[in-house]
Structure formats: structure tokens, C-alpha cells
């Protein structure tokens, strides 16, 4: 599976929609029964409830958006939610609007053109953006419970790309991101657990007006160019990574080149 560091998608746009609802149910699986107030210590000051909330909501928030095609930024985030009166009830609600965002994003041209904050202007955005929003706080709520987690090493490397092929325009909800600069320095993530057994490789570069991603075809035809800093590690830890649910001092990681570039990187990417 090669990576595209681009606008093109590596995966099946039905690839995004059935783990959609694969991960959605998963979570409210881990959140149904448990305590509503428990603490997820990944995402500071939230409780299990307000993980929950923030899914359910979300998602119909991203159907919304598809339904309708819009082709301008919202000026409301006002959406008729069907919150149920206690947050006991949160897990079932979010499963019960499973089968709807299916039927959105089935329903969906992912060709369409539309608005969206990231870099590939079309419907098929919403859907891989709503696949790790979810996935990531699936992981959330199973660290909060206590349980550990898996996630599938193709639809990891997919979200490391799609993070990063995203992470220029995030600066909408992540100022921190237009503050990130350099001095031609490169970083590279490299994962050991590709889908073909062959290693997975993205590179950024920081300018002094701003960073960006390195062309896929840029690193293949000059692979051994020098980076500055370098991060090896699985799929699904890379992701974590990248969304600061994990430190790249942990020992899953293999780390060479200059410390104080990923310090800089990691200061101005966490959202």
C-alpha cells in the first residue's frame, strides 16, 4: 500500500464508511455500562460522557455537512442532536445513529466537491476525516476503562497521511500549527509494519515561512537523502503519536537525529 502524502486516498472510499461504523460501535461498546463521569486522561478535563457526546454529535455534524454539499464554511454549528436526558443513555445514542451515517456516506458521491478545512476539496474528506476522529477516541475510551487496544496497521498508516497531508490548514482549531517553522530541517516517520512488508515512509519539511509534506515521489526518487530527525515505529503507535496520545521517548519507538526538532514539532502540532 503506498502512501500519497496528497490529495489521493491510498484506501476505498467504502473502506472509510464500513469502519465508520465498525469503530463507532466498538466505542460505544467500551463506554456502555461504564461510569459516565470516569476521567480519560487523554483528552485532559473530559469525562467518558463528554468523549461520548462528542462523537455522537460529530458524526451527525460531518452528515450534516455531507447531506447537504455545502460549499462555504458554516457560520453556525447548530444541528438538531436528540440528546438523550442522561448521559447514561449517551453509548445507545451514538449506536442509533450508526445506520444513518452509513446511509449519508453510502448515499454520497465522495467525487462531489464541497468545503472542508483539509487539503482534498471533495465529500470523500468528511469520511476519512470521521474514521480517525472516531477510531482515535475509541482509544481513548478504552484507555480510560482500562482496556487495551489494537488498531489495524493498513487504517493506521492511512491516518498517519492523512494527519499529515491535513496538518497545514488545521491552524483553523490548532493555532499552535501556523507557528511551526524551521530551517529546511526534515522529519521523517517510518513505519515496520506496512501492509506489504515493505516500510512506509513521510516526511516533512520545516521552512522558515511554515512546514509542509514531503511528495511521496520526492522520497522515493531521493530515499537516502539525510533527514534531520527520524521516528520508526508501528502503524498504529505512529498514529497515536502524531495525535500526541503518545510520547516519542516511549521505548515502541525508534528514534535517531536531533531531539529539540521533534520537541519543535510536537510543541506546535497537538490538537
Given amino acids: 500500500m503506498a ?3 496528497g490529495a489521493g486516498h491510498p484506501l476505498p472510499y467504502d473502506t472509510y464508511r464500513e469502519a465508520v461504523a465498525r469503530e463507532t460501535l466498538r466505542l460505544t461498546e467500551v463506554v456502555k455500562g461504564a461510569d459516565p463521569a470516569g476521567a480519560v486522561p487523554s483528552c485532559p478535563g473530559w469525562t467518558l460522557a463528554d468523549l461520548t457526546r462528542h462523537v455522537g454529535a ?5 452528515s450534516t455537512l455531507l447531506t447537504q454539499l455545502v460549499q462555504e464554511p458554516p457560520r453556525s454549528r447548530d444541528i438538531e442532536l436528540g440528546l438523550p436526558e442522561t ?5 445507545d445514542w451514538v449506536a442509533a445513529g450508526v445506520p444513518e451515517v452509513a446511509a449519508v456516506l453510502r448515499d454520497t458521491d465522495p467525487d462531489a466537491a464541497m468545503w472542508v478545512w483539509g487539503e482534498d476539496r471533495h465529500a470523500r474528506f468528511w469520511a476519512r476525516r470521521m474514521l480517525f476522529e472516531t477510531l482515535v477516541h475509541r482509544v481513548d475510551a478504552e484507555r480510560a476503562v482500562g482496556l487495551p487496544s489494537d488498531i489495524d496497521p493498513v487504517l493506521a498508516a492511512d491516518g498517519v497521511d492523512e494527519f499529515l497531508v491535513n496538518l497545514p490548514y488545521a491552524g483553523l482549531f490548532a493555532p499552535g500549527v501556523t507557528k511551526l517553522r524551521g530551517d529546511g530541517e526534515t522529519l521523517a516517520f517510518r513505519c515496520r509494519d506496512a ?4 516500510a512506509e ?3 516533512v519539511r520545516l521552512e522558515p515561512d ?7 515521489a520526492e522520497i522515493e526518487a531521493d530515499a537516502s537523502a539525510p533527514v534531520t530527525a527520524a521516528v520508526h515505529g508501528d502503524a498504529g503507535d505512529l498514529l497515536l503519536l502524531l495525535y500526541g496520545r503518545r510520547s516519542y521517548q516511549d521505548p515502541v519507538f525508534e528514534v535517531s537525529g536531533e531531539a529539540a526538532v521533534l ?6 502540532t497537538a490538537f
Avoid at 58 to 62: A, C
Avoid at 210 to 216: D, E, K, L, T, Y
Avoid at 263 to 268: K, T, V, Y
Fill in 3 to 5: 502512501s500519497t502524502n
Fill in 58 to 62: 460529530l458524526q451527525r455534524w460531518f
Fill in 87 to 91: 448521559a447514561e443513555e449517551y453509548p
Fill in 195 to 198: 501492509a506489504d512488508a515493505r
Fill in 201 to 203: 515512509e513521510w516526511r
Fill in 210 to 216: 511554515g512546514f509542509r509534506p514531503v511528495p511521496q
Fill in 263 to 268: 520537541d519543535n514539532w510536537f510543541a506546535h
